[in-house]
């Protein structure tokens, strides 16, 4: 008798993603106040100095402990509420009002950080390595366009290890199940520190005549944008999606679901941004019918997979390069790969790239 399957799962490792994370629409960062980010197990504090530089500090002054994210800023440092020790934005104590000297290890860790598509981002490293140029996140120029709303961003607390949202990535089969979309075509690209997620499916929804294609790429292991065409009364709509997370701790993540969309000429800004409101609202029932499921499965590191299920071995191989030191990554992490599930039978596949590289 063929012997039954054991689900298997080691510890999660108390390590983070290497990479660049997402920690929503800079504008939120602009207020003169310092804001507290809870991520990568750890508090951060994040403020936008007088040069509008936004900055992004561990938040816990070496001092006595207390929070930086409820100091004052001045000029382009942080004053600690609790005795006035002032922090510049290189984590280094520049002035302590009560003393002529300054202790030489006065300094916390300071988190490389910029904006880009009208986004923060912060770079986090466990081994302290600063970010190559190969890995800035893409510009999306509808993000600088009057063509296209502005962000439409929604965010919530996830319960879970991060892996899970990833293995959405290559799991063609709960399409169907979950979210109740068929699908005609499916793929994913491998290469680098890109994944990328093709589909064609149709959605009662947000469905086109002829199908819903979509291009979902992951920069990094954090980052995921994609370009959707879609139909809502009886307009057609073309949208980007982000959806990006920041670890809090290894069993939880703040999620965010933003969404760009092309305004209707003939409505107003006003009706276009409600539009994508609208619009958002139908895409985000998506994450909810996820979140349904993780809440209750089982981590699982052996997947018992079939004929018609997605490469998720090899999508977690590339997901694991962001948990390792840059010299163990083994090559087939990083290899260019093209995995096709075609099970429409499709006779012409749509193009295969990485989103927007057409
Ligand atoms: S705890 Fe920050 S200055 Fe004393
Ligand atoms: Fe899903």
Redesign the pocket.
Known sequence: MPSMRTIEAKPIENRYARGWHCLGLASEFGDGNPHAVNAFGTRLVCFRGEDEHVRVLDSH??????D?SR?TVRNNSLV??????SWGGDGICNA?PYSKTIPPTARIRSWPAYEQNRLLFVWHDPTGKPPSAELDIPRIDACFSDDWTDWVMEKWTINTNCRELIDNVSDMAHFISVHGVPVEYFANIFEGHKSTQVMLGKSSQLAMEGGLLTYATYYGPAYQITEMKGEMGGFTIDSILLNCHVPITLNSFDLRFGMLVRKIPGLSDEQNQEMAKTYIKFTQQGFYQDVAIWDNKVRIDNPLLCEGDGPIYHLRRWYQQFYQDEAEIPAAAREHRVVELNPGGLSTAPPLHHVFER
């Not at 600690?80 to 020790?85: A, E």
């Open positions: 002054c070496p001092h006595m402990g207390a930086l100091a600690c509420p609790f005795h006035n020790w302590i």
